[in-house]
């Protein structure tokens, strides 16, 4: 067990609707990420959240969102969903510094039908 | 252009024997972290081995050790004693730092590679 929670750790949806991704990252733990892992694109950076803060975005699209809060769990919203959004979502957490690996949560797993 | 790349999508092995995994890596920082990561059928992320790039020594983990060619710019990972456990994904992740333009902090993402899928056989 990697100490970060998500919820939930499967979703089906359909097309055109928008769902809310949950993550609450180690205890202690700062900085948290978001990944996006499909078939053709493998795993993907979305974006990076430290104590609130935005620190880094990768590949995310206009359609997804993310925020972190004062309890720093952090939420990663997906709206407009396409079928090509079905993948696993990873969130990991880190205490913030670059020498020290991220832990993942289990992941959630989207499939737009 | 790939900041990681892991030329083997499959690999095999016979328990017991070891096996290494290759990964290079494509990066103008001169610091940057290495890091290796198992994924199983389940599907959760496993960090197995972190390699830092002014590390002197290569990194061990138990079984595992990785294989820090700077030069070459390779972090291959070793696996010793192979176990039918080790049956997974593995994939090599570098972290580059950068600075968030608002804020001036630090910010740190993983790039992962393609990932090797290795079967352990009895």
């Known amino acids: ?113 | 252009a790939q900041k990681i790349t892991q030329t083997q999508p499959g690999m095999f092995v016979q328990e017991k024997e070891a096996v290494t995994l290759d990964c290079t890596y494509d990066t103008s920082d001169p610091s940057y972290g290495l890091f290796w990561y198992k994924q199983p059928s389940s599907g959760e992320m496993i960090f197995l081995i972190y390699q830092g790039s002014y590390d002197q020594q290569n990194a061990t983990e138990g079984r595992y050790s990785l294989n820090f060619q700077k030069a070459r710019k390779s972090a291959n990972l070793v696996i010793s004693a192979s176990q039918l456990g080790d049956s997974a994904m593995y994939f090599c992740a570098m972290r580059e730092a950068g600075v968030t333009e608002n804020s001036g902090g630090s910010n740190y993402k993983l790039t992962f590679g393609k990932g090797t899928l290795l079967t352990v056989n009895p």
């Open chain 1, 1 to 113: 067990d990697s100490g970060v929670t998500q919820t939930p750790k499967h979703l089906i949806t359909a097309t055109g609707q928008r769902v809310t991704l949950r993550c609450s990252p180690r205890s202690g733990d700062l900085s948290v990420y978001w990944y996006q892992q499909s078939l053709d694109q493998g795993l993907q950076f979305l974006i990076q959240y430290y104590n609130g803060e935005e620190r880094a975005k990768g590949n995310i699209l206009e359609r997804f969102s993310a925020q972190q809060f004062p309890d720093l769990h952090s939420e990663l919203n997906l709206s407009s969903l396409e079928l090509g959004d079905s993948a696993l979502y990873f969130c990991a957490s880190n205490r913030g510094g670059g020498n020290t690996e991220a832990f993942f949560g289990q992941g959630t797993r989207l499939t737009v039908v």
